[in-house]
């Protein structure tokens, strides 16, 4: 029997529960990860995630790696002995060292070293009992005291991770506590430590791994007949599949789950040990169809999800005990897409990963829950109690609560929050392309709607009365882009489509046009008219910027100059609106503006400060002073008072809930509780801000890529786990890929990057990943990476990576050393050489000075003494001085040649009493007297 309390869970359920789970299953969003995602094949059987966070897959064509954005491909190399060993992979499993192991179908048991990136292979060797049992290896499970178990096609094996040597257990006949049969598809553990395993043929069985006892509890026939209901307990082939295990889920603390290969879940009782009434997947006691039950796991919001496999994805809500089922919907683009999941698993931010056959990866993200999205339904049983168009063109929530919703191609649709049920108003349609603009409630509660081409319409929702403002020759097939109401005296004016604007008087319902020809109104085409808090109209132009019209009927407009950046960024205004300080905040074609009324300048944000893109169709400013954008790449949430670029834009995509497609300028609204509205091409998103639970997990960042010339650069271990690298001087060129591991959202993932050495400041944030560095001089650097998931948690820390150049010969320090040596050797070495050479030029200098002197002194010499004799033979000839002077007694004599030996001649003589005297220069040069 059942237990009375899990009984009470399975009949708990009602037709308000059936209703609550209904739609709130529709609520569920699957994304796809295929073969154009770069996922190697789309049959998927076994999914993981390591402790760094990559998620793993393993295909019947080779075991992928799924950062968010790449799929690393992991396959046989015949040439390489350290490559997987077997493409077709049935199981993968991380243990407690980080080292993932893969079961193959053929090749038995690999091991992954994701530092080395290198496979070790351990195959069945029918010869060695030491030597793993099959090479069909169906499950891996490493229990409490860190014991690796491997479930094969032909038994259970026990690992030595020291020796290499596996431990044998297989089915003994003679042996009554033997393995009861050698197919093992799954392995857990309960809280007392016993160890289940389920067997494909021979039901469940208990292990002890202190005795190394088994204890089998295959249903028997008997047993078969008083669980299940008679067209199994009469159909032989379905009484076998009771006992075919394919999966194992530990349900709470005394009851085991056990998932069969076509009867369905059997419940297990951990303390008694007895079989109990299986569940089947429509909650009750028939089965409309055999259920395969390939995989189950522990889901978020306490629910059990189960991969039934040729049936669907069943979600199983324990509160209410009702299943909620998930089949492929081809005009559902968010549906579940296969009929053959095979397996599940929950990452560790509860987000949840299927594996199909032949449709990939689907993923559901806990965020999506977070956003609602209203859009056209296909669903079988809605009929026509839905959005008859997903294309949303205008939206507004009325005084009672009712959802008001203009579309493109489905008219305009009433939703009534309170009962889901919508009413159609093809009345307040138009026959052109059931087109509805703009909405906007009167003070008197009439709504007002403009088409698109036929005028303007007033609907009274308490009487249904209907009156209609057919356009005039002005304005142009009566398209009305903006409503807006005058606060003061409840006129409505409303912008047209080349006609300008419009105001009608409340007392007496007449039109006033205002146009470029019969006013100051610088265009004619307009998107957007808000009434601020002192009464002026603004106007959004389209190629005339911003106008403002005070109360006293002047125009005053505001364009854009290249030449000065305290202009409006742009001349198509989309959106305008005020905020608490009387500021005015606009959305352009090209950036978000705040307009300070006070100084009259423009501020302005764009897509390198952080906006996914710089077309803003609609700005919003929720209860908590922030700004709600949405644009061509979904919606942001802007803060105005940021500290810093990190802190200024939250941005959201598919991933959060939001539709997949560009939002509509127009489309958007606030209603009393703050409850936020932005449509676009694929639906309504409804958003309550207070209420918008964001992830605060902080996500792991790293380097993923690193390439030269678009060629990844083969290193001796895996680049996640690099912490320096070296390269030479002609190196000194790379690319880095970064990746902030959050699989939500990865497209808005945030980066920043600093190279140590290199930059001064961080670069500004981007969601571009790929970090680029050319030419960089010889040195050591780091390379710093921090990012942010798209919900804005920021891992600050990070990665760092030490980059370490070789600078060339001429320009390392061993090399200005040596100059710096061979400068000084060689001024030394040349002093000395040169006073050497001096010193010896001296030496002979002086031996030839003291030769030449010597030779000198002897010519001297001989010189000298041919004067002294020559002189002497001057002497000789001159007379005697006696003789003179007895002739001239009172004279005397001066001789004094010029040089010892001269030409200077003097002569006397006395002959006939004459006395002769001369005085002669022989050389000819003269004398002195």
Known sequence: ???????????????????????????????????????????????????????????????NRYDGFNIRIFKRDPKDSNSLSNNFIYTTYEDKQGMIWIGTNGSGLDMFDPTTERFTHYPSDPKNNSTISSNSVRVIFEDRDNNLWIGTDDGLNLFDRKTGKFTRFLNNPNDPYSLPGNKIYDITQDESGLMWLGTYGKGICSFDPVTRRFFSYMLTDSQISILYPALIATDVRRKSQCNLIRSLFIYDKEHLWVGTDGGGILVFNLKTHQAERPVYPDGSYTMPAEARIFSMCEGPENKVWLAIYETSLDVFNRTSGKFEHYTPNDRDPYAFASHQPKCIFRDRNGNMWVGTNGKGVQVYFTSTSNITHLRRSERPGVGENTLQSSAILSVLEDSRGHLWIGTDGGGLSELNQKTGQYTQHPELSTALNNGILSLKEGRDGSIWVGTYGEGLNRYNPRTGETKYYHPDDKMENGTILCIAEDPSDGS?????????????????????????????????????????KAGNLWIGTRGAGLCRRSKNGAFKTYSHDDSDPSTISNDLVYCITEDSNGNMWIGTANGLNLFNTKTEKFTTWYERNGLPSDNIYAVVIDNQGFLWLSHNKGLSRFNPNAKSDQEMFLNFGPASGVQPSEFNQGAYGKNKKGILYFGGQKGLNIIDPTKLVTSTHVPPVFVTSYKRFGTEIKLDSSILSKRSISVTWRENYFQFEAIVLDFVDPEKNLYQYK???????????????????????????????????????????????????????????????????????????????RTSAIKKENRVLEARVAERTQELAQKNADITASIQYAKRIQYAILPELDYIYRHFPESFIVYRPKDIVSGDFYWFAEKDGHKILVCADCTGHGMKF
């Open 1 to 63: 029997m059942m237990p009375s309390r899990f009984k009470a869970i399975v009949l708990a359920s009602c037709l308000l529960f059936f209703a609550v789970i209904r739609i709130s299953a529709q609520d569920y969003k699957f994304n796809q990860i295929s073969t154009e995602n770069g996922l190697s094949q789309t049959t998927v059987n076994c999914i993981m995630q390591d402790r760094m966070g990559f998620m793993w897959f393993g295909t019947q064509e080779g075991l």
């Open 492 to 532: 409505i004016w409303f912008g047209t489509f080349g006609a300008g604007i419009y105001r009608i008087d409340p007392k007496t319902d007449s039109l006033t046009g205002f146009d470029s020809d019969n006013s100051d109104l610088p265009a004619d085409v307009i998107f957007s008219l808000y009434f601020d």
């Open 755 to 833: 190279l140590e050495g290199f930059d001064n400041d961080w670069s500004p944030v981007t969601t571009n990943r790929f970090i680029s560095y050319t030419n960089l001089p010889g040195g050591d650097y780091i390379l710093r990476i921090r990012g942010a998931d798209s919900n804005g948690n920021w891992n600050n820390e990070g990665v760092a990576l030490a980059i370490h150049i070789q600078p060339p010969w001429w320009k390392t320090n061993w090399f200005y050393a040596l100059c710096v040596i061979t400068v000084i050797g060689g001024v030394i070495g040349f002093t000395r050489y």
